[in-house]
């Protein structure tokens, strides 16, 4: 299983539009949205374009999360938890939360595997204790190279991945 981990679009739909086709030849089964799509025709168009279950949370530029939540009713395989989301998969727990004081917080509680965030637009990834806390980056491309993250929860492994526009 690989999981694709994206955060921080503000609505560059090409960049987003690169990765997803990045992603797709990746093999990623799931996506996380750790926050920041700004307008709901952003969702729409990572639902229409990763077909694989998508666990997505808000970040503090989702700023119509009622037509957001609209638009993700729209697609069964779409799921938005609100602020934080608590997932398992291939036997870990994993968070999902937008910003990364909270994050830190969830992975100094070693109560899960792996916690992802967004906000400051910084790639990261290290260990906190046990648990992995990452940053994806952001696919937005403002404050650095637009990049994503591949997670595989079965060895833990993590890795920041460039988003290339042809």
Known sequence: MRVAVLSDIHDNVW???AAL???AEQGADLLFFLGDFCAPFTLAQMAEGFRGEIHAVFGNNDGDPFLLAQVAAKFDHVHLHGPFAELELAGRRVALHHYPEVALRLAE??????VFYGHDHRRNAELVGITLWANPGEVMGRFGAPSYGLYT????????VDIRRE
């Open 15 to 17: 960049n987003l539009e």
């Open 21 to 23: 086709r990045d992603i």
């Open 109 to 114: 509680s070693s109560a899960y595997d792996a």
């Open 153 to 160: 929860p079965v060895t833990q492994a993590f890795q920041h």
